[in-house]
């Protein structure tokens, strides 16, 4: 179903506003949903504010609570989110720490009293758009198994840099740690398809292409085995560790229970180039980088090499152009029915 923007805008506004944000907080939520979901990164879009509104009437999430600085310096923070929404909670942090970067040169904040943070190349992407390179990371409940594990033992714990260019805009890299989302999984097993292998394990610690499999306590695989499984532990040490947020097998499932607070842990980082030279020379350098690249000899049947972000900027300027943006149509509905149980019109 296709929305204008400001109609889809304003209800999300309105739904948020409703569950107990102040106006500022909910026109930070739906910016983040509404930019993720013309990017069409739609696992992080507005398929999610019906959770959070579920999370936020439990009592999960409180609306009212504020970031506290715990630690600061010119250069480092680390704040308690008041378990507050992750994605409010994670743009205030990141703010924070472009504020250091302009101050100091880099800038890093780490966070916990959160919950789950959303796209986290939307934050980078901030840093991009004002001249800065920025990284962005949050650990999260268990899902993937380590090197060696038959269990879920570690979160899919996102990961996402981005660097401002020139006539390129920025480069945007935004990943998890497993081959795939357990949602990809989910919908494949729903539709009867088989999975590539090493896609998961079976409950009992087998690899399996057999989807079902998954819910029936299988386990998500880390990408390039060892090598994901590192970055996971990394971020869950970035995020988690240093933030006093809670780990790994501790770490609040709010998809399965929206009542209690998640005490997930972030770290965002903002380094301001200019301290480094002409900023530029350096945007003309990235553009030179990307257009090597983009000459390179291509494979049999690619049309096109892309940078990473490319595409997703893409469909996020079409959408801006056109002043539309598709939603899905159980999207949609999951919408109308956050809206009714608060009340609010349609």
Not at 8 to 20: D, P, Y
Not at 151 to 175: E, L, Q, W
Not at 261 to 290: E, K, Q, W
Not at 297 to 323: F, S, T
Request: aromatic share 8%; hydrophobic share 40%.
């Amino acid at each position: 179903m296709k929305f204008q923007l400001q109609e889809i805008r304003s209800l999300s506004q309105k739904i948020f506003e409703k569950a107990g944000l102040s106006a500022a907080d909910a026109e930070i939520i739906t910016d983040v949903l509404l930019q993720t979901e013309m990017r069409g990164v739609f696992t992080h879009g507005f398929m999610r504010l019906e959770r959070y509104v579920d999370c936020i009437l439990s009592g999960g999430i409180h609306t009212d609570g504020a970031l506290r600085v715990v630690y600061d310096s010119p250069s480092w923070a680390s704040v308690d989110g008041g378990d507050n929404l992750g994605i409010v909670v994670s743009y205030k942090a990141m703010k924070l720490a472009m504020k250091k970067a302009k101050e100091s040169g880099i800038g890093a904040v780490n966070v916990c009293g959160s919950h789950h943070f959303g796209a986290a190349g939307y934050y980078t992407g901030m840093c991009a758009d004002a001249g800065m390179v920025g990284m962005s990371m949050s650990n999260g409940d268990v899902l993937i198994a380590a090197t060696g594990s038959r269990v879920r033992t570690i979160g899919n714990n996102p990961f996402s840099y981005a660097f401002p260019a020139g006539k390129y805009d920025k480069i945007v890299y935004d990943i998890a740690m497993s081959h795939t989302s357990d949602r990809k999984v989910v919908q494949m097993a729903n539709e009867g398809k088989p999975l590539p292998a090493g896609w998961i394990i079976d409950r009992d610690g087998n690899p399996t292409t057999d989807a079902t499999e998954y819910e029936k306590g299988g386990t998500l695989m880390p990408f390039g085995g060892y090598k994901g499984y590192g970055m996971a532990m990394m971020v869950e040490t970035l995020a988690a560790t240093l933030s006093g947020a809670a780990m790994t097998q501790n770490v609040h499932a709010w998809n399965t229970n929206p009542a209690e607070g998640g005490n997930v842990g972030h770290f965002f980082l903002a380094m301001d180039i200019s301290r480094l030279g002409d900023p530029d020379t350096y945007r003309a350098r990235v553009d030179a980088m990307i257009d090597e690249i983009k000459a390179s000899p291509k494979a049999g049947g690619v049309e096109k090499i892309y940078y990473p972000g490319e595409i997703e900027l893409g469909k996020l300027n079409r959408c801006l152009d056109e002043n539309t943006v598709e939603i899905a149509d159980d999207t949609v509905q999951s919408i109308y029915r956050a809206a009714q149980k608060l009340g609010v019109a349609l």
